[in-house]
C-alpha cells in the first residue's frame, strides 16, 4: 500500500493550493479517504474526508467553506482544493484510509478522527506553509 502526497508549497495568506495524493495497493473505490494536517507541537488535527463514491464529504469547523475534498476513483487519487488560506492552515498535510467508515467517526464527540490509531494507512505528507 502506498499513500503520495503533492502539492503542499508556501502561499500568502488569502492564496490557493490542491493538494493530491495518489494511492495504489487496495480498491480505492471501496474505501472512505481522509486528510489530516499536524502543525509543529501539535497533535494531528483531521480535516476534511470523503466516501467512496465522492458523494459524501465531511469537513471541520475550522476549514469549511474554505477547502473542497474530492476524488478520481479512475485515477485513484484524492484532492483537497485549499481557498481563502490562513496562517494558521500552516501544517504538514496528510491522507489517510480510516480504518471504519467516517460515518462512524464524524458524529463522534470524542474526535476520534484525530487520533492516528483510527487509521490504516498514512502517506508521508505533503508540507504547506502560509505566509506573508
Known amino acids: 500500500v502506498q499513500l503520495v502526497e503533492s502539492g503542499g508549497d508556501m502561499v500568502q495568506p488569502g492564496g490557493s493550493l490542491r493538494l493530491s495524493c495518489r494511492v495504489s495497493?487496495?480498491?480505492?473505490?471501496?474505501?472512505?479517504m481522509t486528510w489530516v494536517r499536524q502543525a509543529p507541537g501539535r497533535g494531528p488535527e483531521w480535516v476534511s474526508g470523503v466516501d467512496g463514491t465522492g458523494r459524501l464529504t465531511y469537513y471541520a469547523d475550522s476549514v469549511k467553506g474554505r477547502f473542497t475534498i474530492f476524488r478520481d476513483n479512475a485515477k485513484n487519487t484524492l484532492y483537497l482544493q485549499m481557498n481563502r488560506m490562513k496562517p494558521e492552515d500552516t501544517a504538514l498535510y496528510y491522507c489517510?484510509?480510516?480504518?471504519?467508515?467516517?460515518?462512524?467517526?464524524?458524529?463522534?464527540?470524542?474526535?476520534?478522527?484525530?487520533?492516528?490509531?483510527?487509521?490504516?494507512?498514512w502517506g508521508q505528507g505533503t508540507q504547506v506553509t502560509v505566509s506573508s
Open positions: 495497493g487496495f480498491p480505492f473505490s471501496g474505501y472512505d
Open positions: 489517510a484510509r480510516p480504518k471504519s467508515k467516517l460515518s462512524s467517526y464524524y458524529y463522534d464527540p470524542s474526535s476520534p478522527l484525530n487520533d492516528r490509531v483510527n487509521y490504516d494507512y
